[in-house]
């Protein structure tokens, strides 16, 4: 089966604009949680949605927003980009949400 | 809300040797543990998990072992092999959401 969908898998944007980023979970997967990966700061985790509803949200400001669809595939959106910004950013999903995740590949989001 | 913290950051094991990480948790209400492996310039990919009601859980070369009062939970490789040198991540999970230890890189010396 088709594995866990990112796109797109690598953006440069700078400081002050906006970005959307989109998962595409495993058919049947209904939570997508989404997750910050830096070297210094491991994985953070942003928030999770599960049947359109964001269920968990991390400790992330309001420009970190996202939504997920009645096809469970998740958009993840960021505003008023920080060079701080830039990370790798994970898509995970899983069937109920209390298992384990499947990883995306990740987008590659650097702001300059 | 749930912490958790894994040790140590960097291993080194010579080829055949075994290999410890530990973590510990803090929300008492985490119910699930998974241990995640990521090889570097891919993605985090589950090797092994444990639930709460559950003590210790083998497969093959890996293991992972809980303990539910002293919140702590560690994954165990015996007989390594060089392919087994990546990051890995321990995860407290509590209704859907998973919290990550900050990783160990494990290098496996031939």
């Known amino acids: 089966k088709a594995g866990v969908t990112q796109t797109p898998r690598y953006l440069i944007k700078t400081r002050g604009q906006q970005v959307t980023l989109s998962c595409s979970p495993i058919?049947?997967?209904?939570?997508v949680s989404w997750y910050q990966q830096t070297p210094g700061q491991g994985l953070q985790f942003l928030f999770e949605?599960?049947?359109?509803?964001?269920?968990n949200k991390g400790n992330f400001p309001g420009r970190f927003s996202g939504r997920q669809f009645s096809n469970s595939r998740s958009e993840m959106n960021v505003s008023t980009l920080e060079l701080g910004d830039s990370a790798l950013y994970l898509c995970?999903?899983?069937?109920?949400?209390?298992?384990?995740?499947?990883f995306g590949s990740g987008t590659r989001l650097t702001v300059v | 809300g749930e912490n958790v913290e894994q040790h140590p950051s960097t291993l080194s094991v010579q080829e055949g040797d075994s290999a410890v990480i530990k973590c510990t948790y803090s929300?008492?209400?985490?119910?699930?543990f998974p241990w995640y492996k990521q090889e570097l310039g891919k993605r985090p990919q589950l090797i092994i998990d444990?639930?709460?009601?559950?003590g210790e859980k083998k497969d093959q070369r890996i293991a992972v072992t809980l303990n539910k009062t002293a919140k702590h939970f560690s994954l165990h490789i015996t007989e390594t092999q060089p392919e087994d040198s990546a990051v890995y991540f321990c995860?407290?999970?509590?209704?859907?959401?998973?919290?990550f230890g900050d990783g160990t890189t494990l290098t496996v010396k031939p």
């Open positions: 995970a999903s899983s069937l109920v949400g209390v298992q384990g995740y499947t």
């Open positions: 058919s049947g997967h209904r939570s």
């Open positions: 949605y599960f049947s359109e509803t964001q269920r």
């Open positions: 929300d008492s209400a985490s119910n699930y």
């Open positions: 444990i639930r709460s009601n559950v």
């Open positions: 995860a407290g999970t509590n209704a859907g959401k998973s919290t």
